[in-house]
Structure formats: C-alpha cells, structure tokens
C-alpha cells in the first residue's frame, strides 16, 4: 500500500515537472531566432543553459525553482520507493 503511495506521488511529481521542463522552453523560443531554439529533448549539454538563459528573461518567474523543486521531490520519492521495497523483501512481505 505504501508503496504504491509512493510510486503515484513520484509520478505525479515527474509529470509536473516534465509539463513545467517543456513550458520553460516554450516560452524561452518564443525570444530566440529560428537556428537557436531549444529542443524540447532533455539533452544534458543544453539544459545547462536553459536555466540561466530562462532566468534572464524571467527574473520574478517562479516556474524555474517550481521545476527543479518537483524533480528533486521525485527523485527523493523514488529512491523512497525503492528503499521501500527492499525492505519489504528482506522482511518476506514481497514473494
């Protein structure tokens, strides 16, 4: 049961900050030219500079913490979860 508590919370954070990820850059493309628009991918080089870049034109944004705030609760939800469970195997309650 509380496992399945967790697993649903951590992905409705995931959801959340997969939505807010995608709005920032929306709204970041919206100011660039056509050869420098962010993909909507999650490359790791590029997400470096989406947060500065954001920050810049949206200095009293909340949405740039609100992202990073939800996937760090994720990601703590997750291994929660997963801590969780191998618990629950090492005490026999999982077949």
């Not at 420098?36 to 991918?41: G, L």
């Not at 609100?66 to 990601?75: E, F, H, Q």
């Given at each position: 049961?509380?496992?399945?508590?967790?697993l649903s919370?951590?992905?409705?954070?995931?959801?959340?900050?997969?939505?807010?990820?995608?709005?920032?850059?929306?709204?970041?493309n919206k100011?660039?030219?056509?050869?420098?628009?962010?993909?909507?991918?999650?490359s790791f080089?590029?997400?470096?500079?989406?947060?500065?870049?954001?920050?810049?034109?949206?200095?009293?944004?909340?949405?740039?913490?609100?992202?990073?705030?939800?996937?760090?609760?994720?990601?703590?939800?997750?291994?929660?979860?997963?801590?969780?469970?191998?618990?629950?195997?090492?005490?026999?309650?999982?077949?």
């Amino acid at each position: 049961m509380l496992g399945s508590i967790l697993l649903s919370i951590s992905a409705a954070f995931f959801i959340a900050a997969f939505c807010l990820y995608h709005l920032m850059v929306f709204r970041v493309n919206k100011h660039l030219a056509t050869g420098e628009k962010f993909p909507h991918s999650l490359s790791f080089g590029q997400r470096n500079e989406l947060g500065p870049l954001y920050k810049s034109l949206y200095p009293s944004s909340p949405i740039y913490q609100l992202t990073l705030s939800c996937a760090v609760t994720m990601i703590v939800l997750a291994i929660a979860f997963v801590c969780f469970r191998v618990w629950s195997a090492a005490e026999g309650k999982i077949p």
